[in-house]
């Protein structure tokens, strides 16, 4: 897994980033645009989240003679649909995981959305694509790493708690614009608000309580 370099180094670097691209931060996403998109929660999302990425897997590993082009793939996770999402440009550095300084703000932003009160009880899945180019499992491997690279940096760097964020990468199993499978709008990436943080449970039986201490003896 990539590692992804924390604390004043980071901080450091997004102060740069905010520095030196005022056109790029002028235009990026608000938080209130993620919580606006994002405080609808209806119903959880049930999503065995291992099981998709091995199904991603498997599935970007087709050779059949009948298998059909990007355009007409039909989602391998339809349901992801059902549920408040909101799609983000993260600039990765080519072929590779690594996020480039200008999409930290982006990132900070993410944070900052999750931590506000009305986001603050919930539960997030990031979900990777990638433009249909080059190969199919490369492709489903990079976008696997790139969802990744952003969990680490939301929990390591920002503190958000690794219990509330799952990820996951469809590659070009899911294109974002299936009649346009090259289009760079088919690399963003996703978070969908996926559930409740599970509240604690009250333990089965309590505890008995200690018995009284008899009062001591005065001496004489």
Known sequence: ????????????ALLLALQTSPVRAQSAVTRDDIIGKLDHFETPMEIDVPALRQQVGERSKSRGKNEPPPQKRPPIAPDLNKSPVVNLDIAFDV?????????????????????????????F???????????????????QRRADAVRDILVNTFKISAKRLQSVGLGEEQLLDPARPNAPVNNQLQIFLVGKIPEAEPPAHPAPAAPAKKPAKKKH
Do not use: C
Not at 95 to 109: A, E, F, K, M, V
Not at 126 to 136: C, F, K
């Open 125 to 143: 899945l990031i979900v990777g694509h990638i433009e249909s180019t080059g190969r199919r499992e490369n492709n489903a491997i990079l976008s």
């Open 95 to 123: 072929d590779t995981p690594i996020i480039l300084p200008s999409s930290y703000q982006t990132i900070g932003r993410i944070a900052d959305a999750m931590t506000h009160a009305s986001l603050l009880p919930y539960t």
């Open 1 to 12: 897994m990539l590692r992804i370099s924390r604390g004043a180094g980071m901080l450091a």
